[in-house]
């Protein structure tokens, strides 16, 4: 078993930045690839992007490009999502979740944190 705790979401103005963190304890967080996903209400979950064991990153360019950086410390057993450039679209729950490839696809994914609310003011 893996247990993800999200942190860092909260207000921001349009334009503004926010650092989102996941926790991992249990299973050693090296041998996992984390993703990124956010789900608005009445909309479906959204992969943001993720990042493999060895730091091989993917995104959602279409939703993401340029903006939003993802990176880890396994050290610390913790993924960020750095969101810079924020837009009241990004508005949504965004949730880490473990898995064995870092795939663009929820489903792939074996454990979920609880997810942290973003909201972009305009």
């Known amino acids: 078993q893996v247990q993800l705790v999200e942190s860092g979401g909260g207000l921001v103005q349009a334009g503004g930045s926010l650092r989102l963190s996941c926790v991992a304890s249990?299973?050693?967080?090296?041998?996992?690839?984390m993703g990124w996903f956010r789900q608005a209400p009445g909309k479906e979950r959204e992969f943001v992007g993720a990042?493999?064991?060895?730091?091989?990153?993917?995104y959602n360019v279409d939703s993401v490009k340029g903006r939003f950086t993802i990176s880890r410390d396994n050290a610390k057993n913790t993924v960020y999502l750095q969101m810079n450039s924020l837009k009241p679209e990004d508005t949504a729950v965004y949730y880490c979740?473990?898995?064995?490839?870092?795939?663009?696809?929820?489903?792939?994914?074996?454990?979920w944190g609880q997810g942290t609310q973003v909201t972009v003011s305009s």
């Open positions: 979740a473990a898995g064995s490839l870092p795939a663009g696809v929820w489903a792939r994914y074996d454990y």
């Open positions: 249990g299973r050693t967080f090296s041998n996992y690839a």
């Open positions: 990042i493999s064991w060895s730091g091989v990153k993917t």
